[in-house]
């Protein structure tokens, strides 16, 4: 019988695999304007891991993939790769509330609900502080900043809508998925996970 790695070690390796997820995934939809799967993966890996590990893979998958997008490097706007970096850290922390919710439970009417709806408060949150980020860097005084909020209200709706969407739809099953994966491979206790 083989001996399993011990629990840190396989944890940052958890760690490590949501960021690439994140990562590729956002590699993969950078030219859908506003739709993407990095907050679903940074609330899934809290939900999962626990909310001190949801933080580290938001903060480490949207630093990396914000650093080497493809359309732009974030690199090139410190404050706005801050604020992005920040802005999923949280993320990843608020999933970290549901870890231990049943997995089973979460795919009802209910909790999708429920989950569906910190999806859009947590959406709100990252694109509020994100769309300040560059004008501030940019020096724009308050009107500038509000007509460049207006300006870009379409794409935020869009944002908005589709994470609700997504966290309605595919995060609780994306959950459930995470959680009865580790459950087998290490034969623990969902809440061992949570860290």
Do not use: C
Not at 9 to 22: G, K, P
Not at 136 to 156: C, M, N, Q
């Amino acid at each position: 019988m083989e001996k399993s790695p011990p629990l840190k070690t396989t944890l940052m390796a958890l760690v490590a695999m949501f960021i690439a997820l994140i990562v590729g995934t956002g590699w993969a939809l950078a030219m859908v304007p506003n739709v993407e799967l990095v907050t679903a993966l940074a609330f899934t890996a809290g939900a999962t891991l626990g909310p001190v590990l949801g933080l580290i893979t938001g903060a480490g998958g949207m630093f990396l993939f914000s650093a080497t997008n493809p359309v732009g490097s974030g690199l090139a706007f410190p404050l706005t790769l801050g604020a992005q970096t920040i802005a999923q850290s949280v993320i990843g922390l608020s999933g970290g509330a549901f870890v231990r919710l049943n997995s089973t439970r979460m795919e009802t009417w209910n909790f999708r609900l429920l989950i569906a709806t910190t999806g859009l408060l947590v959406t709100i949150f990252y694109d509020g502080l994100t769309s300040i980020s560059f004008p501030l860097f940019a020096g724009a005084g308050p009107a500038e900043i509000l007509a460049l909020l207006i300006s870009g209200l379409a794409f935020t709706v869009i944002h908005q809508l589709s994470n609700t969407l997504l966290f309605f739809l595919v995060v609780p099953r994306m959950i459930r998925v995470s959680r009865t994966a580790l459950k087998g491979r290490l034969n623990l206790q969902t809440d061992e996970f949570s860290a």
